[in-house]
């Protein structure tokens, strides 16, 4: 991942949430929430998640990055702040896999987004399930790989994000 990739991901889902909300009250039946692409973590927040093995392209992410609100694409999509990464509760996962892991995002119905720690690979889909000491179990068939690392995810986001605006209906991530 790199910071072209980063503008461009930036600039399509920013394309694509200009076209969506200025309709979106008369669409939808009720006033669009704030959705936010935030700019650059401050230095900071990039040094409370050294200690995290933090994967390099998250790194590289917050480094343009903070934090992204989509509150109405579906359910709501959520890629948290650097600070809710440092303090996270997730820092495994057991059941259908096993690995360290990186929770880095959430949806508005629950579920967790996890990347490998250290490799960045892939990212995991967590639904609710059972938490004991930062070990997150679950046998759930919906507990599964949803990207082979950061980029695919973003893609499926920024995806998700054009499905909706087109027609009206949760993409699934």
Known sequence: MDGAYIRRWREDVTARLDRLLPGFEVRFGYPPSRHTIGGPAGKGELASVTSTRLPGDLLVWYGQVREVTLPDIGNGYFIHDPGLVACREVTSIRGRFDADVVVFASDGG???????????????????????????RSDDPRFDVVAGNLTGFLDRLRDAVEVFAATGAAGDL
């Open 110 to 136: 629950g579920a967790l987004f996890a990347v490998e720690a250290v490799t960045g690979s892939p990212v995991y889909r967590l639904p609710a399930g059972e938490m004991v000491a930062g070990v997150y």
